[in-house]
């Protein structure tokens, strides 16, 4: 994935792909996920989501994993996989 200039980072353009993917493997429309969230969600919110104009809150991650059937951490780390993130950190047990 290539680098973004926006300030949401590539985490948060990985997770909105992520979303979209899910999403869309469904067949659901953005409406219908908004419809299904009991009016917790918008369509617009989730354009922003899927888009990465707009970060994804820790409360909204878990909607989102109960809406899609789907733990908030995996979730995460699909996002992690698309863009082979690496914090590079190391850890000496010596």
């Known amino acids: 994935m290539a680098k973004t200039d926006t300030s949401t980072g ?5 997770l909105g792909a992520e979303l979209r993917t899910l999403r869309e493997g469904r ?6 996920v908004a419809a ?3 009016s917790a969600l918008t369509p617009s919110t ?5 888009k990465a104009t707009r970060s994804v ?12 059937v789907i733990r908030p ?3 995460l780390l699909r996002a992690q ?3 082979s993130w690496d914090p590079g ?3 000496d047990l010596d």
Do not use: C, F, K, P
Not at 46 to 50: A, K, N, P, S, V
Not at 58 to 65: K, Q, T
């Open 27 to 32: 067949g659901w429309s953005r409406q219908d």
């Open 10 to 14: 590539e985490l948060t353009h990985a």
């Open 57 to 68: 809150t820790v409360g909204y991650l878990e909607l989102a994993g109960q809406l899609y």
């Open 73 to 75: 951490s995996e979730l």
């Open 36 to 38: 299904s969230s009991d």
């Open 89 to 91: 950190l190391t850890l």
């Open 46 to 50: 989730l354009r922003t989501w899927e």
């Open 81 to 83: 996989h698309r863009i």
